[in-house]
């Protein structure tokens, strides 16, 4: 591996740990909110991410996108199959949102979340099958391009599949927020 994709390997494991402490603490603010009746927090989070969602989302998907293809196209990591059905549900939404950024038109998030948790659960597949070998989703392990390779095995737990699934589950939580009017 070249050290521009060694270093690029720890700043998306960074972006990726840090992207998973962020769901923890919006899980645990959801929980504030239903369980404790504790609305304060809530609306204050609510809020900044009705405003900066649909940025943040933006960055996310192009993050993604150029991340994928980084790999693929420069560093020749062979997608597999999982890996080709998740940048379906990602891609996309380059364009969709980068249209709805500009006419800050909030439908979108509907849409971003629909191809969010599908790519969402294509990714919880390919992190079970990474994991516990364990698919629900066929895939070949001995095919050119094996769904359980690990290309890259950030800190002891990051993998592509990992840093695709908190890429969806961001999308999710901040389309989330961004498509109601606090």
């Known amino acids: 591996m070249t050290s521009a994709t060694l270093f690029l390997n720890k700043v998306l494991s960074v972006f990726t740990v840090a992207g998973d402490i962020f769901l923890v603490i919006i899980a645990l603010i959801f929980i504030l ?3 404790f009746g504790e609305k304060d927090i809530y609306e204050v989070v609510a809020k900044f991410f009705y405003k900066h969602g649909l ?3 933006f960055l996310i998907v192009i993050a993604t996108m150029l991340g994928s293809l980084y790999y693929s196209e420069i560093a020749n990591f062979e997608p597999c199959k999982l890996c080709w059905l998740s940048r379906i549900f990602m891609f996309p939404q380059v364009v969709l949102l980068g249209i709805a950024l500009s006419r800050n038109d909030r439908g979108i998030a509907i849409y971003s979340m629909a191809l969010s948790v599908l790519g969402l659960l294509i ?3 390919q992190n079970l099958l990474q994991w516990f070998n364990f698919s629900v989703i066929p ?6 391009a094996p769904c359980n390779k690990l290309f890259i095995f950030e800190f002891g737990f990051v993998t592509i599949p990992l840093m695709a699934l908190t890429s969806f ?3 999710i ?3 989330w927020f961004a498509k ?3």
Request: hydrophobic residues 60%; neutral net charge; glycine residues 0%.
């Open 123 to 125: 990714s919880v597949n």
């Open 139 to 144: 895939c070949s392990v001995n095919a050119l």
């Open 180 to 182: 109601e009017e606090r």
């Open 173 to 175: 939580v901040l389309m």
């Open 33 to 35: 909110k239903w369980v």
């Open 55 to 57: 940025w943040m989302s």
């Open 169 to 171: 589950a961001l999308l």
